[in-house]
C-alpha cells in the first residue's frame, strides 16, 4: 500500500495493473454499437458481389462505341431494359447494348457503361454521342471488400461504419466485450434520498446520479445502492451489498475528517487499499483498492471533485474491462484566455470552455473552481491540465486541455447568466 501523496500517473498505472478485462458475450449487431469487438471477422464473401453498373446509361462493348462523337454518333440496339435486382440472361453481340440501372449487374459481353446523360434514344436504339474510357462506369467485384479480408479485429471500437459493413456481410450476431456493473454508494449523514422530504440540514444526493451519468456514458451498468451513513456498521452492510457487482464506487467520506470511515469500512471488507491520496486539485482524496478482482474506487464527497477524478481515474479502468484500448479522452493545445496561479505543488484541472476562433483554439475558464460549483462543470467543455512544475499559466500561453464530452460541439447551448 502506498501511504503517501502519489501523482496521478502513477494512481493511473497502479489503477490499469489491476484491471482485468472481461469477457466476451454475444450480441445483436446494433448492440454492438460502442462495444469493442471481441472477435476478429473476415467477409464470408466479396462486396460487390459481382461486376455492375454505377450509373444509370447502357452497357456496352467498348470496341463498338470508342469512334463516337456528337457529330458522328454510334447507333445500338437496345436488346433489353435492366433494372437493378436483376440478372440479364442476354449475352451482348456487336452494336447491341442493354439499358442498365445503377446497381444492376453487368450483363455478359459488356466491358463499358455510358450514361444516359451521353446518349439520345429512340426506340429501341441509341445514340452514344461521347464514349467513356474503357471499364468506365462499372463498381468491380470486391472492390469494397474482398473474400476474406478483414471488416473488424478483435478489441476496435465498433461505429456506425462498421454496423453498415457488417450488415452488408448478412452478419446478425457478433461477439463483443461485456459490460461491467458499476455499484454506487453515497456517504454522508448530511445527505438525503431525491425524492425524500425537505430537510433544513440535509442536501440531495446528486452523486450518485451524477456518476451514474458518468458510468452510462462511458458504457458501463450503473447500480445504485443508496446512501450509507458516516458510521461504520452501516457503511459495511451496504459496501457488501455492492460485492456482487464488478466495480465499486463510493463517494464521500475518504478525507481525513472525524466522519471519515470509508476506507476503514473497505478494508472491514476485506479489500486490500493500493493507495489513497493523489496530488491533484480538485480530487485529491481518493482511495483506490481491489476485493479479489473487483476495483473500489473511494471518490471525494465534493460533487465536482468526485467527477473529476471518476474522469481520471475510473474511466480508463471500465473503458479497459471493456477490451477498449484507447482508454483516454482527447486533449488538444487550446490558448489560456486568463492567468491562473498555482498554489500547491499538484496537478490542477481548471473547469474551460474550449471554443474555436479563427482557426485557433481558445480555453476560457468557466467560474468559480470550488469543488462544490457544478455550475462551472455544467458550463465546462473540458479541463485546463496545469502540470505540478507550472506553477503559473499566463493568458495567451499554450495548454492542454482535456476535452470532457460532445459538448465541446454544442457550444451555443452553454447555459449562460447563472
Ligand atoms: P465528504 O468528502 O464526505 O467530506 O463530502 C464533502 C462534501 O461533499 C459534503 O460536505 C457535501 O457537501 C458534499 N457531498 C458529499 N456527498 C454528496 C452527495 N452524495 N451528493 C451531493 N453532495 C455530496
Ligand atoms: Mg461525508
Known sequence: ???????????????????????IEKVDLLSSLGRAAGEDIAASFSLPPWDNSAMDGYAVRFENIQPATPDQPVELKVIEDLPAGYISKNRLSPFETIRIMTGAPIPEGADTVVMKEDTSSSGDTVKILVPPHRGENIRLAGENIKKGGQVLRKRILIRPPHIGMLASLGICYLFVYQRPRVAILSTGDEIREIDSARNPSKIINSNTYSISALVKEAGAIPIILGI???????????????????????????????????????????????????????????????????LIFGLPGNPVSCMISFEQFVRPALLKKMGHKHLYRPCLWATAKEDFQAKKNLTYFLRVRVFCQDGELFATTTGDQGSGILRSMVQANGLMIVPPDKKKVKAGEKMMVQILDRSFELEDQQIQDM
Open 1 to 23: 500500500m502506498r501511504t503517501e501523496m502519489i501523482n496521478i500517473d502513477e494512481a493511473r498505472g497502479i489503477i490499469l495493473n489491476h484491471t482485468e478485462i472481461m469477457d
Open 228 to 294: 450509507a451513513r458516516d458510521d461504520k456498521k452501516d457503511l459495511i452492510a451496504k459496501i457488501q451489498k455492492g460485492l456482487s457487482a464488478d466495480v465499486i464506487i463510493t463517494t464521500g467520506g475518504v478525507s481525513v475528517g472525524e466522519y471519515d470511515y470509508v476506507k476503514d469500512a473497505l478494508e472491514a471488507t476485506g479489500a486490500k487499499i493500493e493507495f489513497w491520496k493523489v496530488a491533484m486539485r480538485p480530487g485529491k482524496p481518493i482511495t483506490f483498492g481491489t476485493i479479489k478482482d473487483k
